[in-house]
């Protein structure tokens, strides 16, 4: 069953060019790692809610776009290997790897795919 890293950013407008740069950059590690597929995702139709949404969910200002993106492993094994191999590879140094976005407004986690069409679906 496959396994999904899903991630929500507020990225700066400005930084649009530098953040698909950067993951680029990271989808070719993920990929080394066993990943299966990386997709990135700008907000174009994200509206404000009442109570919650994207965009309270990063802290997104002015200026700010929200960024939804995931990768899809093969299983959670990979993926746990996938990520601690890259904890010791030296391209993922934060010196190396300068963020376009404040990373401390990011949110992540791993998913268990439930559903995936087209394609085999997921059993729970």
């Given at each position: 069953m496959s396994y999904i890293d899903g991630f929500l950013a507020a990225v700066p407008?400005?930084?649009k060019s530098a953040y698909l740069a950067h993951a680029q950059y990271m989808a070719t590690?993920?990929?080394e790692y066993g990943a299966?597929?990386?997709v990135?995702?700008?907000a174009d139709d994200v509206p404000?809610?009442?109570l919650t949404d994207f965009h309270r969910a990063v802290q997104a200002g002015d200026g700010e776009a929200v960024v939804f993106s995931w990768v899809r492993w093969p299983d959670k094994a990979t993926r746990d290997a996938g990520w601690k191999a890259m904890e010791n590879d030296p391209r993922m140094q934060a010196?190396?790897?300068p963020m376009p976005f404040?990373?401390?407004r990011m949110v992540?986690?791993?998913f268990i795919n439930l559903l995936g069409l087209p394609g085999a679906a997921a059993t729970p």
């Open positions: 407008v400005a930084n590690v993920f990929m299966l597929q990386v990135e995702n700008w404000h809610g009442k010196d190396s790897l404040d990373g401390k992540y986690g791993g």
